[in-house]
Each structure stands twice: as C-alpha cells, then as structure tokens.
C-alpha cells in the first residue's frame, strides 16, 4: 500500500513479497514510474550444531535460510577462535589452521544468526591396529570372535586432537569379514582358513592407512571319545 506524505513523498507498507510498480503523477506532468520489490526477509537461519575439518584442508559449510524463499538470502561468514583457529570465505569455505574449536557464524542482512561449534584436528599420520583383548589376531572359522582397533596418530607421535574415524576392509572376503563398529573398532568374521590382511583407512581424507595381518583357524572340539 502507498500512503501520501504532505512533504510530496510517500511511504510504502508492504503486504505481500513480490514486484510491484509505483506511479506518481503531478498536475498535467506526464506519470513517473518506479518499479520496486517487496521481499519476504528470512526469519531464521541455521546451521549443523558441530562439524569437523583438518588442519590444512577445508570443508564448505551451508546455512539453510528460513523460509526458503526469504529474500536477501546473502549469508555473511565469520569465524571466532575458541582455542583453535580457522579461516572461512565469503562462499562458507572454513580452513582449518590450528588444532582446537572454533566457532563458526552464519548471519543475515537483518541479524538472524546461526553459529556451528567446529573441531579443527591435526592430519593423521600413522594408524597401528590391534586386538582389543590385546591377544593374538586370530579369528575362528564360521565366527565373529575378533574385535580390532584401530588409532591414529598426528605428525608428533601422539593422539591429540587426531581424529578417530577410520573405514575398514578386508584384503580377501573370501577369508574373512568385516563390520564397522563406529568407535574405531571393527568385528571380524572368519570365513575360511588361512591368513589375510585387515585394513584401516583413516577418515579424514588424509589418505593414510594402517593393516594387520589376522589368522582364521578352525577350531578343534574335544568330542569326549575316549579309548
């Protein structure tokens, strides 16, 4: 809606988002017209609560505006250091550059804001596997009686800040299984006897990897037949 000011302006109100045009005539003067856009200005914004990104490397973070066709949809990026430290661009683009968190912040043109506590870790290095019982790495024939564990370790020697988050693959299936466990451990399954390697690959697209070589045996029962 237009309202006539005495000044010779006017105020527009807008009712709904979209484009309208607006006339203003003087006397016997030709009208003069303006085009103008009424927008539907967002009323939220969000974003993950947590994420992960490698020193080094970076990772594109996207703000989900609401609603979804809230207009000016433009996201300024900024990132403050809680005890590590990043980067970010205007595209969302967050480079990881010290290990620690850092806070990242998502923020309209009318002030909603959004922010995600990210963790920044330290590259993997070197992955060592082991039998969680800390026994041998051996798995029976037809059973899952094997749990592995793997642990990463950064350019210092240590787990610090080092993300734990591997994939696991067997070299042969047709010796043995295995599943992911989601908490650095994976179970094995034997499947025929013989030896085969397990393989962890580090999750953080470092490309770094870590194997073990496990038995599958077939285990002897003592049936009681005496003689």
Known sequence: TVKKNADGTATVTGVKAGT????????????VSVKITVALLPTSVSLPATGEVVVGQSKRFTATISPADAQPSTILWSVEPVTGAA????????TGEKAGQVRLIARTLNDRTATCLVEITNPVRAIVIDPTNGGRAEVSEGKSDLTLRATAYGADGTTNNVQ??????????RYARVQTNGDGTCTVTGVSTGTVRIYAYAADGSGVSGEIAIRV?????????HT
């Open 217 to 225: 045996f077939r285990a002897c029962y003592d049936l009681g037949l």
């Open 164 to 173: 734990q988050k591997f994939t696991w693959r067997s070299a042969n299936t």
């Open 87 to 94: 980067s970010v661009d205007a595209s969302g683009n967050l």
């Open 20 to 31: 309208v045009t607006i006339t203003a005539r003087a006397g016997s003067l030709d009208p």
